[in-house]
């Protein structure tokens, strides 16, 4: 799904940033503190979440939504468009990040599932299922010791969670409606989502502590950094490492969006993002393979993505 680039000024950056530290921060307060007014807010703010540049969202904790299990599977084809099938698995069920590929494999495929018998039956099925498949490789996640809330896929489709498996704490039809209304609108005041839920102001602000408190879901604010083009050139890097901490510092580095322990054939996955992408190559070749403990590195450039599930995250940090 190719996005048009967007242009950014300095207000629209502020905005941005300021957004990221308080999601559902108010107009005024955002006007001054850029210095602008309310109307100018107001403005900006409704072109860039109409331009899918912006969105105020909710980010639902895998886990704690009752999926005990997530895996990266890596999958080589033989005489298959690497697009054609990843246009498949987008559609299946479990598929919450599909991307076609370039390097040491085709396809990228990140699933969830309850638990780990559940992941191997899944894998399983869809591994039969996929025609002209070579080869696959499947790490199991153990750990996310980083992952980057600010970056979204957008436009956020529809979205209910009624299908999540296990949530821990019990979720009513009042908590269904207000998190679908978050997660699309998530930037409307608690006077405006109670207008729409027919409840009291109160009842929203309770609702929503509620389920922060219990760790389920956090309200968050994010670009698509591919429409504003700061973010040109991705990779996820497989490593198998001689020690366990061999990549700490590594994980804390500015171009690494995302962080993943693993166990299967590499021990941490990173994906790693970069404006241009003679930047993200030299970051590979020099910060990565130079880390002290890295055995092995593997690299699939992300070349397309057909699915990606914004809402599902471990929230971390």
Known sequence: MRRVRQQLDEVDRQLCELLFEDPRASKRALAAAVGVTDETVAARLRRLREDNVLSTTVAIDWEAAGYGAGAIARLRLDRRAAAEVASELARADGAYFVAATTGCCDVVLALLATDLQAMRSKLDELVNQIKGLRSAVVDVVTETPRHA?????????????????????????????????????????????????????????????????????????????????????????????????????????????????????????????????????????????????????????????????????????
Do not use: K
Request: net charge negative; hydrophobic share 45%; proline share 4%.
């Open 149 to 317: 809330l600010r970056t979204l896929t957008l436009p956020m489709p529809a979205w209910s969670p009624a299908f999540l498996p296990a949530p821990v704490i019990e979720l009513d039809d009042l908590d269904h409606r207000l998190i679908e209304r978050l997660a699309t609108s998530g930037d409307e005041s608690n006077r405006e989502l109670a207008r729409r839920l027919e409840v009291s102001d109160g009842t929203v602000r309770a609702r929503i502590r509620r389920l922060e408190d219990a760790g389920l879901l956090r309200v968050v604010a994010g670009v698509d950094p591919i429409a504003t083009g700061d973010l040109r050139a991705t990779a996820l890097v497989f490593l198998t490492l001689e020690r366990s901490d061999a990549a700490d510092a590594l994980i804390s580095s500015p171009g690494v969006l995302s962080a993943y322990r693993c166990l299967g054939s590499a021990d941490l996955a990173l994906l790693l993002g970069s404006r241009r992408e003679h930047s993200l190559d030299a970051f590979i070749l020099g910060e990565v393979r130079g880390t002290a403990g890295v055995r092995a590195i593997e690299v699939a450039h992300l070349v397309e993505v057909f699915a990606h599930q914004n809402l599902l995250v471990r929230l971390v940090g």
